[in-house]
């Protein structure tokens, strides 16, 4: 059995075509106001939920809920923002679709995976509601009623259950685990599943790295689980990083249950426990985003006052040159 928990990774994504230079960005440690992060468990208390802060401190949603298809464990799973609701695979006899009731913590079956595809690396939901699942390289998309799933294309890259949806561009972002330097980040088609190199992270300061699993808030930060115990004792921890300076950052925190009432103390006095499956949930207003680069056409707010300043200093230098002219 893997240890009790998994590092989560923060990483901006970040670019423009118009930059200033910018001081180093200081590591990524909590969570955009009114946002939190949903487990799943994968220990021992079949489809139990915590809502989870940045430092990895996980407070129990309700007592699980045990699916018709005994499940065990899940990957990351996303809300559709279209109708609130957050849906996860569970993984157990069957791989089914279920719904999870983010205020009980009570978890419904909705459908076994069927289609293209019978098995699951992670969900991810556009702002649209099209929703989308992944089997070893292959994205497929995913029918929310049905569990039905479509090929849609494969990518070619190995696939780690490290994928989600940014919510700023709408585009999937795919992590490999590369190694032991350095890992590749890839933007995926929606209507091709074709893979296009977008960054690549400096991971040499971790003793390792096997991300296992992404989420994204509203501001593009993308959190990472990353299934390398380099923690005291082998154990998982809270690990953020900036895609814009390409570092992944030492461990912040451990997932344990602050209550101890579902996980009792077992290690440093702490109700530690493992988990693969996140949900992201979003609160409150809209954060300021931070913009992936996808082209010729970003332009990131410090290149929008580049822009805006490059326009004033023309107006006055012609403003100057009328001047010269009227006085000759």
């Given at each position: 059995m893997r240890h009790a928990l998994i590092p989560v990774i923060?990483?901006?994504?970040?670019?423009?075509?118009?930059?200033?230079?910018?001081?180093?960005?200081?590591?990524?440690?909590?969570?955009?106001?009114?946002?939190?992060?949903?487990?799943?468990d994968c220990e021992n208390t079949p489809g139990q939920a915590f809502t989870m802060g940045a430092d990895g401190a996980a407070t129990p949603i309700g007592t699980g809920t045990v699916l018709p298809n005994n499940a065990r464990c899940s990957p990351s799973g996303a809300v559709d923002p279209t109708t609130g609701i957050a849906y996860y695979i569970a993984w157990g006899d069957t791989n089914d679709l279920a719904t999870l009731d983010l205020e009980t913590g009570v978890s419904t079956r909705v459908a076994t995976l069927s289609g293209g595809a019978t098995d699951s690396c992670g969900i991810a939901i556009d702002a649209s509601g099209d929703a989308f699942n992944t089997t070893n390289s292959r994205l497929h998309s995913l029918d929310l009623e049905t569990g039905v799933n479509a090929l849609i294309g494969d990518t070619t890259l190995i696939n780690n259950c490290a994928w989600g949806i940014?919510?700023?561009?709408?585009?999937?972002?795919?992590?490999t685990e590369?190694?032991?330097?350095?890992?590749?980040?890839?933007?995926?088609?929606?209507?091709?599943?074709?893979?296009?190199?977008?960054?690549?992270?400096?991971?040499?300061?971790?003793?390792?790295?096997?991300?296992?699993?992404?989420?994204?808030?509203?501001?593009?930060?993308?959190?990472?689980?990353?299934?390398?115990?380099?923690?005291?004792?082998?154990?998982?921890?809270?690990?953020?990083?900036?895609?814009?300076?390409?570092?992944?950052?030492?461990p912040t925190g451990y997932f344990n249950d602050v209550t101890l009432t579902v996980y009792p103390a077992n290690f440093e006095g702490a109700g530690y426990f493992y988990s693969m499956g996140m949900i992201y949930v979003a609160g409150g207003a809209a954060a300021a985003p931070v913009l992936?680069?996808?082209?010729?056409?970003?332009?990131?707010?410090?290149?929008?006052?580049?822009?805006?300043?490059?326009?004033?200093?023309?107006a006055m230098m012609l403003v100057v040159m009328r001047r010269r002219l009227a006085t000759k």
């Open positions: 923060a990483i901006g994504i970040a670019g423009a075509l118009l930059t200033a230079p910018a001081a180093s960005a200081a590591p990524i440690t909590a969570l955009p106001d009114g946002d939190q992060i949903v487990l799943i940014n919510p700023v561009d709408d585009e999937i972002y795919w992590f590369g190694g032991p330097n350095s890992s590749d980040v890839y933007r995926i088609d929606k209507l091709t599943g074709a893979a296009t190199l977008f960054k690549s992270l400096d991971v040499s300061a971790l003793a390792g790295y096997m991300p296992d699993g992404v989420v994204f808030d509203k501001t593009g930060i993308a959190w990472i689980q990353d299934d390398f115990g380099d923690g005291p004792g082998g154990w998982y921890g809270v690990e953020p990083a900036d895609l814009t300076e390409g570092i992944v950052y030492a992936a680069a996808t082209g010729a056409g970003d332009v990131s707010a410090a290149g929008g006052l580049l822009a805006g300043g490059a326009l004033l200093l023309g």
